[in-house]
């Protein structure tokens, strides 16, 4: 059996996200089909959207979801018919040279859905992130299928699928940021927010939000931001002052860039203290390059690292951020600032270009109907 299912895709580069029926087939023997009940709206959509990351149209947007699983493959034997799930883009292989090494987040042969979802007329559709779930139901891998506790809102534990999780991980994971230490985050979109919650759940002290945006500083703060700055007409030495203004005149032990381009790299360079870390998550555009004086990356030492999904690993770190969110330990609402349905998905992607919010949420609830 196949499902016909309303779901939203990027036919062309730069054109509008189209609305309009997509066919789930039956699931393979490791498939899982996911009955989506809400995800969020994501930069990597709108860069899926304007050509910024393949070209394989079209594409099937949306990848930052939850919802419950509705049939499972033959071989499934990870989750069931009936449990909640956040759906991830790391389903690890376990064979691979990343996964042998015990470095699991950096697999490098992640599973995706055996079969592909397409048009009505067959068209096979290129599913964002390998997952697709601006649509009323998609089709994963079951390794791509995270159970946490069914009390989470789905508006709230999907974003937990990625730039959210991008953002806590880059604090959490990649800058191990300690008890007692300091924090700067350039650019407070959400990824750059949940690094704020992260660096403020890991214990760090001071904890500076950077960006050119009053009303995001002010979000940085309800997130637990002991400083801001905006950083509106400084330049990048200014910025480093500030910082380390903050920081007993040394700069944070930890930097990171969730912007991702030169004028922010450099100044996450910089405004950290000697040997501090400097982690960068903000995705660059291809092409861009970053020029840094060799003798300065010699002789600041410490870390230059990047996170890739904030170096998680969904069936470790989805679980026990839900459980935090629902001990109120973790204010994963925040994020939320705004909801939509399917039919909204392109005026949601247009909103991100204006800055002024964390995560709209696509929230679904027509049932769905065999082909």
Known sequence: MSWTVKGVIARAEKQPAELVDVVVPDPGAHDVIVDIDACGVCHTDLAYRDGGIADEFPFLLGHEAAGRVAVVGDAVTHVEVGDYVVLNWRAVCGQCRACRKGVPQY???????????????????????????FIERTIVHEGQCTKVSPEAPAEVAGLLGCGVMAGLGAALNTGAVQRGESVAVIGLGGVGSAAIAGAVLAGATTVIGLDIVEEKLQAAKDLGATHTINTAGLSRDEIVEKVQALTGGFGADVVIDAVGIPATYETAFY?????????????????????LPMLDVFGRGGALKSSWYGDCLPERDFPYLTDLYLDGRLPLDRFVTGTTDLAGVEEALNCLHHGDVLRTVVKNGSAVAPA
């Open 107 to 133: 697999c490098f042969a992640t599973h995706n859905a055996s079969q592909p979802m397409t048009l009505a007329d067959g068209t096979e559709l290129s599913p964002a992130l390998g997952i697709g779930a």
């Open 271 to 291: 405004a950290r203290d000697l040997a501090g870390r400097v982690v960068l998550v903000g995705v660059p555009r291809p092409g861009v390059e970053l020029t």
